[in-house]
């Protein structure tokens, strides 16, 4: 087994190994596109979830599901986004590196792998009951953001540590104030990065299930008309699918809203890797 | 034109003695080098005229820096309008990911224009344009760029980019440019023309310059200072410190050097 | 070329797996449900048998309730919602569903409740939860009651045991059970100003499922008990072939999981922790269907979806003409 | 003569709006401190009344989870067991595929090979857990009955295989960024040396690059023992104690998405859930933190 042979025969093994993940992606993907495609007409994205003859929730479509999905991202955009990062620019630009801010950014990088049932169980006992929300869209979005806002501080701050620090020193040394800087430098140059990860972070939103399971879905939510109503989403609806009655009709449903959401989950994937791709040309330093 | 009085200046970062209780005076519109050995605090001290250190975190500095009278150093001085009247140039070229006219109106259009009688107001069009073309005329690039302006800074050589710098730190007016070894990232042509501009900024402003290039201090600088292990050792005119140095480490230095 | 490997490789694994769904899903998927004898000389009767599970020879039948916050007065939306429930449209959507309706007697006592109530709190929407037994019914209800008298009525399926919690934390107007309230429920509900009136709306037999290659047709209670309590591990312990028993039960927060405890298990021992829990009866029929050695427990409606006889028909080894409220 | 020129007003002014600039981003960073401590307060608050008055040792270490019902008991050893041979199984899986894959993806792929799989990864990364948590009931569960005959169709296996699909993307990214940041001139003097692409690898760079390996594998097994989804659909959630993987488990995250919704408020039923959560929240939190200690050192000594 000579030097070349044996780096020939490692090769190999990677490769397989990446063929595998290839493979799994394109099974995965392949399944549900098989399994999903027939059940897309005009009406699954026009027609709320109804029961059929049998009362199972498998006839009509899951336009709720998707607008309760859209809702509960507008929710997290609304509180996570801001907060996340204006505390982010806040924590790096006026923090400093002392211990204080290092121990800060250890807490919120540890929290940003908390298990989102966790979340989902502060949420309940918080929002749920002792905030008397109730099962609602408001408790769902509310914890969904509890979430999300720590992989926002992060993506934030990896952003702002992309530019040179040189770049804050011209500014600065020109007379610009601290906000000067963050307003004309800072956040112009990074926001193609705090965008992405914005993006990246609105599409887990929009896959998370546990959080939402305990804190505010219902079998037949209609499209919420306020924030105390239950909502639908599509990730409960695919879980919700494998257990209904009717199974020969459920199981197609759960695959047209998976295809659906992997949909919107690729799309959103796909603009945050235009975006980098295309501003990273624009900022090379 | 002004003149910066430094009286027994010390620095710290944490526990290391950066400068020890520097005391020199830097006379209006000439040019001073300042040499010495890497890590003798050439540049922590220059850094101290315009307080950059003020950004590094565990940095202690004592003693006064007094510019045109006033201690820079004090409580109530706003370090904003230090900042506006005392322009810097680093080492390596730092333009903005910004087109090149962008680059030099940032600084006017956040400080606002100041007028004949002194008050400022807010830089026109016009006014900022005007502006742009005479710092790029008076950092000698206005000719290699006047008709890219919009360009990105970044599609410059080096050179061109440490010029704008220059264009850009004039744009503000200051009355004291702070060069940080500023030709040491550059090709000797690119040096050549930097110094050329030194000695021609010479006449409006008042220039210092840290630099480890011994003929580069030779060539422009009417005075030169020798820092070593943070204290200054020997302070004098150019041609007596290269020529007959009063003191025995600035001997062994130049002629370290020279020989 | 390592490229072209690859994609070969893609084509052949996804076509593959392709043909195995879709062979799986071509054989025959149902399920077969057993005879219940209280005694191992007493009669067997099917949960398919409306009359033996209406008059209790069969020992599983359980009612399906709601409980409401005092009766509801006329003006009241809850009030219109039970009129639907008892007139002929709403258990008829009961027997859609697979569930049996109540019988007269039951459905008389239950109109007679409804006159004259006091409560006319609930007018519009409200927000209806518990069993997810009742899922079916509940979303047929729902949907006619929308069309008819345009008020929504949210249904939500945690489970009867979180439906009454629910109730009780007056965070829902109406719960929705597969089991009665317990006394300790009642007592924290009268705790938090509620007064609980139950009303009966349907009538359930809990089916046992098995695997149609199972052989056995018929168990004893106590047979039943033992498969449940981890006594009889194996099906030639109870008149089976060798094979190792796996079993497919309901979640703790559900009403069928303590209904058949209470009947089944009357020990008041617990179920064996070898027993999967799953929160839907729907989840529990492809599990049996898979497994030769399974064993499980479903409402009627899902047991009749699942072994392929429609809704309607009734069958039983013999079944008696005495009919008794349970 | 060094004109402080500026007007005193136009001063005063810019110090007035600076100062509510910093202001505003403050409250933004108090907003997101406080948010996120609070949280860990009401999960620490809610578990304590559980762990006063109840033996945590048999907490820990009984070996039946029964929370609610007259005799309720109170033992989590069955569920720790779930989670640790779910993520053990998929990481035996997952780690030796991950690093593959990592390895190829950032030293071996040609570029138009790596600008097709990244893609590929961070697709796989994207998806949702609960679309894995479907293919793992439908499809997985039916390729493991047909193979490996198991007693219950949704079992462990099941569980940690689709895990394991789970974790790869997560190693992958981190252990090629931690790959990539070894400093190209290690590489290029090994291979100056005479030393194949292999040995370069195997002598200096996956031994340089090892902290940050370790960190990913880490990394991604607290995504597994985090991972709720999934594994509820797939374990068949029994709370039975063993340790074959053939047979039906439940990881602590099941127990809390099943039992959560059945505990009423203030019961100690709801309190223990609350204590099942922090000592998710501690097993996460510390991998998190080893994971980070390993990336620090890492980084120093590259940067």
Redesign the interface.
Known sequence: MNRRSKEALFFNIFRGCALFVVIVLVVILGYILINGVGKLSIDLFTQNPAPNSHGAMVAGGILSPIVGTLMLMAIVLIIAVPAGVFGAVFLVEYGGNNRISRAWWMIVNNLAGVPSIVWGLVGVGLLVYYLNFGLSLLAAGVTLSFVILPLIMVATKEAIEAIPPSIREASVALGATKWQTVRHHILPYSASGILTGIILSLSRAAGETAPILLTGVAVNAAIPSSLSDSVQALPYYIYLMTQTSDRSAAIPMAYAAALVLIGVIVLLNLGAIILRNRYRQKYRW | MSDIAVQDLNVWFDKNHALKNVNITVGGNQITAIIGPSGCGKSTFIRCINRMNDLIAGCKVEGKVIVDGKDIYDKDVDVVDIRKSIGMVFQKPNPFPKSIFENIAYAPRIHGVTDEDGNVHKASKQELAELVEWSLKRAALWDEVKDRLDKSAYNLSGGQQQRLCIARALAIKPEIILFDEPCSALDPIATAKIEDLLIDLKNDYTVLIVTHNMQQAGRVADKTAYFYLGDLIEYGETKQIFENPKQELTEQYITGRMG | MYIAIGVIAIVVIAAVGAALMMGKGSNDKSVKVLLLKKTSSSVAYSPMDQEAVYNGSYSLSRYLYLYTDGVPSTSSSIYKWLSLIYNTTGQQMVTDAGFYPLQTSDLNAMKAQLQNGNNSAVTGAFTESGSTTMTEIAALWAQSFKQSTGITVTIKTPGSGAGIKDFYNKIVDVAQASRAMTTAEKATAAANGITVVEWKVAVDGLAIIVNKDNPVTTLTLSQLEGIFNGTYTNWNQVGGNDKAISLYGRDSASGSYASFKDLVLVNKENYTSAMLQFNTNALIVPEVESAVGAIGYVGIGFAKEASGTSADTTLSEVSSPVARVL | ???????KN??YM??I??GG??G???A??????L??LM?FM??LG?SLPFLQNNDIWQFLTGT?W?????FPSYGIL?LFVGTLMVTLVASLIAI??????T???S???SPQ?RNV?K??????A??????????A???L???I??IFEP????NALNGALILA?MM?PIM?SVAEEALNSVPRNLREASLALGA????TLKMTIVPAALPGIVAAII?SM??A?????AVI?AT??????TFNIL??M?PL?AA??????????GSMA?YS??AV?LV??II??A???VA?YVLARFKEAYH
């Open positions: 003569m060094v004109a402080l020129k500026s007007k136009n001063r810019r110090k709006f600076e600039m910093t505003l981003l403050l933004c960073a108090l907003v997101s401190v948010v996120l949280v009401f999960l809610n039946h029964l929370p609610f019902g007259d069955p030796p595929v991950g690093l593959g894959a390895i190829y993806l030293e071996i792929a090979v799989l893609p590929v990864i961070e697709i796989l994207g998806i949702p857990s609960v679309i894995y948590g479907l293919f009931a439908l499809v569960s039916d390729w009955m047909v007693n219950t169709r949704l699909v790869i992958v194949t692409r292999w040995e990394l607290g995504r023992v985090g991972e709720t989804m659909m068949g959630n029994s709370t039975q104690f047979a039906s439940r995250t809390l998405a099943i039992d959560v919704p059945e505990a009423t408020v709801y859930l609350f959560g998710l929240f996460t939190f991998l998190n933190l980070e």
